[in-house]
Each structure stands twice: as C-alpha cells, then as structure tokens.
Nanobody, 118 residues
C-alpha cells in the first residue's frame, strides 16, 4: 500500500516562506508525476505545481515566480518551496503522485494546512 505523507505546513505572516515536503512510502519505487494541489472551503481543489520524472514542471499562474517545486527521486519525495506568501495562499495543500500520467496521479496525501496571516 502506498502512502503519501505531507509535512511543513503551518502559520506564517504575509511575505514569509514555507517549505512543504511529501514523502512516499510503501510498495513503490518511483512515480512519474508528483505535485501539489490546494483547496479552500467551498472551492474545487486546484493545481499548484507538478513535476514529472523528466523534470518538466507546470505551475499555476498565481504562484509562478514565487513557488518552486522539486523532487528527490532516490527518496521518492517532492518539495514545494513557497516564498512571498500572501493570505490568498491560505489553503490545505495536498500531495499528489502518479505512476503513469504526466498530469495527475491516483495517490493523494491527507493534506497539510497552510495559513498566511496579513
């Protein structure tokens, strides 16, 4: 059974930074796509950033230039460095991973809360 475990969320002031991590465990050696999504109450979950095994990245327009996604394939871990945070970034952030797709995978973490105060 594959598990994705997020860490690094918390409370930060506007303009601050956080680094999220998501580590995979279980019967898995690698994923093709790994990414981060976020959701606020009453809204759909939205893509924040994703990265494929070849290093191709996609970002939501709202985070371009502020967030950076990276991965460590040996550790089966994906990171999200978030700089210049604003209250609009407040959400539950979910890790996602997939074996075959370049876009969205079948595995989800439980989420980590990010709260940005003004």
């Amino acid at each position: 059974q594959v598990q994705l475990v997020e860490s690094g969320g918390g409370l930060v002031q506007a303009g601050g930074s956080l680094r999220l991590s998501c580590a995979a465990s279980g019967s898995i050696f690698s994923f093709n796509v790994m990414g981060w999504y976020r959701q606020v109450p009453g809204k759909q979950r939205e893509l924040v950033a994703r990265i494929t095994s070849t290093g191709r990245t996609d970002y939501a327009d709202s985070v371009k230039g502020r967030f950076t996604i990276s991965r460590d394939n040996a550790k089966i871990t994906v990171y999200l460095q978030m700089n210049g945070l604003s209250p609009q970034d407040t959400a539950v952030y979910y890790c996602n991973a997939g074996l075959y797709s370049d876009y969205v995978g079948d595995f989800w973490g439980h989420g980590t809360q990010v709260t940005v105060s003004s």
